[in-house]
């Protein structure tokens, strides 16, 4: 093959390429977001394991309890109980289950049993198509953060980082899963409870409005650079994470400063960060890297949100418009979260 035509042929075989693989929808374009419609009593919840395992069999039995008696019917996936080395089950069976529940309209919500590790394996395996004609709520947090990053950055619809089954169901967990859920309240305010108000730290003042995007720092820096990482221009980036040293901290920073993704948000609250040593022989604090990244910048910014890792956690909705107080350390939104 000559020289010309072969090169021909390679560009137009990677701009096919690329045209397959672009986002379905953008989060800065603008557009309302896809709600899906709120949570009923009697409504069907599809659990599934779409990461790491449950090895504990009682852990399905309490969740189980917890859901029914916030009067939904449990339905469990069918690979949910398998294992394949650090995964519940290979990445084939973890997508089948979710992928299941998607296009079964008996099924109006699905959660993670947990976290960990392995939605990234599968986010080229996600009916988003069906997700958007059809959406339906999907709940949970940690690695469940790139199946929220994907789904919205592919689909446009509003998912919600909240508790795993296997979480500790606190009472304000409870609550804040049902009034986002279930009530058809506008504009809830995500406020600490009173126990934990000490732990709010205003790292630059302010107050901005933007669309809510976030999780799990390790898992959205992870994504960084491809097409499932949704558009962050005016996001307020909400983010937390769990045994992590600082100095890795600091690095996933960097990668959000050196990717743009810093210059293009208005605002980051950054909730729990649980077991995040500082490094021996010296460290910077959280706080003092936060704020090398961000006070230069005028980020409007704050830690100690009940987001991730803790007894506590609040649900909140991927893609919403909120406005953030950094000042007060609360986060108010702006739009409904489910239809």
């Known amino acids: 093959m000559k020289r010309k035509e072969f090169f021909r042929k390679s560009v137009s075989l990677l701009t096919g390429s690329l045209a397959l693989r672009l986002p379905i929808h953008t989060a800065g374009d603008g557009d309302s977001p896809i709600l899906p419609p709120r949570l009923q009593p009697g409504d069907s919840i599809g659990l599934v394991a779409p990461a790491g395992i449950i090895f504990d069999e009682t852990e399905f039995k309490r969740m189980k309890q917890i859901l029914e008696k916030m009067g939904l019917r ?24 979710l992928n299941r529940f998607i296009t079964d309209p008996g099924i109006r919500a699905i959660m993670a049993v947990r976290g960990g590790w392995g939605c990234n394996r599968i986010l080229d395996k996600i009916h988003y198509n069906q997700l958007r004609d059809t959406p339906k709520i999907i ?24 508790p795993n089954g296997n979480s500790d169901w606190t009472r304000f967990t409870r609550s804040r899963f049902a009034e986002i859920l279930f ?68 690095r996933m920073f960097s990668q959000l400063q050196l990717s743009g993704v810093l210059d293009r948000i208005s605002g980051v609250v950054f909730g729990n960060c649980t077991d995040c040593r500082l490094s021996p022989g010296g460290s910077l604090s959280l706080t003092e890297v936060l704020s090398h990244y961000l006070v230069d910048r005028k980020i409007p910014a704050f830690t100690g949100s009940v987001i991730g890792h803790g007894p506590d956690n609040f649900t909140i909705p991927i893609g919403v418009k909120a406005e953030m107080d950094a000042s007060s350390g609360t986060i108010r939104l702006l739009e409904p979260a489910v239809a």
């Open 139 to 162: 709940c949970g947090f940690s690695d469940i953060t790139a199946l929220h990053l994907a789904i919205f950055s592919q689909t446009g619809l509003t998912t919600f980082h909240g």
């Open 74 to 97: 449990v339905v469990f996936g069918r690979y949910i109980r398998n294992r394949h080395g650090y995964f519940a089950g290979t990445d084939q069976e973890r997508s089948e289950d």
């Open 183 to 250: 009530s058809e309240k506008r504009k809830p305010l995500l406020k600490n409870p009173s126990e934990h108000r000490t732990a709010i730290r205003t790292i630059v003042p302010g107050k901005v409005s933007g669309r809510l995007i976030g999780g799990n720092l390790t898992l959205v820096t992870s994504l960084v650079g491809s097409h499932y990482m949704p558009e962050m221009e005016g996001a307020i980036l909400f983010l937390e994470d769990v045994g992590e040293d600082i100095y890795r901290i600091d």
